[in-house]
């Protein structure tokens, strides 16, 4: 965007107080954005605060009550709260596994407690079985060796 012009007025009283507002002006608009870049950086703070809270919490429901799985974050809040793994289980065969929620392709606002349909276990699916997986928690760091679904 081409920068915009100010006609130059005639007097020099007039040109001295335009200089002076487009010093102000200009000024002004450096210290606005760097307190709308600090307020960004708080509130994206904020938020990854908030989705780390929702991911806690729900582990903790599974963990003590086994469920219910409803309602779970959505898989970019696990991410974004520092909880990229889903830790799950075949239903049949009690198989643990652990899944890249990063790697997963996704809607945005796909929920964890959706992907209980999705993921299957090989060594079922193998056997010509499809059992849904168990979920169990979400996780910060993978197993050393993790298999995927």
Not at 13 to 26: S, V
Not at 28 to 47: M, N, P, Q
Not at 84 to 107: F, G, Y
Not at 123 to 149: D, I, V, Y
Request: a positive charge.
């Amino acid at each position: 965007m081409a920068p915009k012009h100010h006609p130059t007025p005639l007097s020099g009283g007039d040109r001295k107080a335009l200089t002076k507002e487009l010093a102000r002006a200009r000024a002004v608009t450096t210290i606005l954005a760097a307190r709308a870049a600090e307020k960004r950086a708080a509130g994206e703070a904020l938020i990854r605060e908030a989705d780390d809270l929702a991911c806690q919490s729900w582990n903790e429901r599974m963990w003590a009550d086994g469920g219910p799985v409803d309602p779970s974050p959505s898989i970019d809040q696990a991410v974004n709260a520092g909880f990229p793994w889903l830790e799950i289980r075949c239903s049949s065969c009690k198989t643990p596994r652990a899944v890249d929620l990063a790697a997963l392709p996704h809607v945005a606002t796909t929920c964890i407690h959706d992907l209980c349909g999705r993921l299957r276990c090989e060594k079922c699916r193998k056997a010509g079985k499809r059992p849904p997986a168990e979920l169990l928690q979400l996780a910060r760091r993978g197993p050393a060796t993790s298999e995927m679904p």
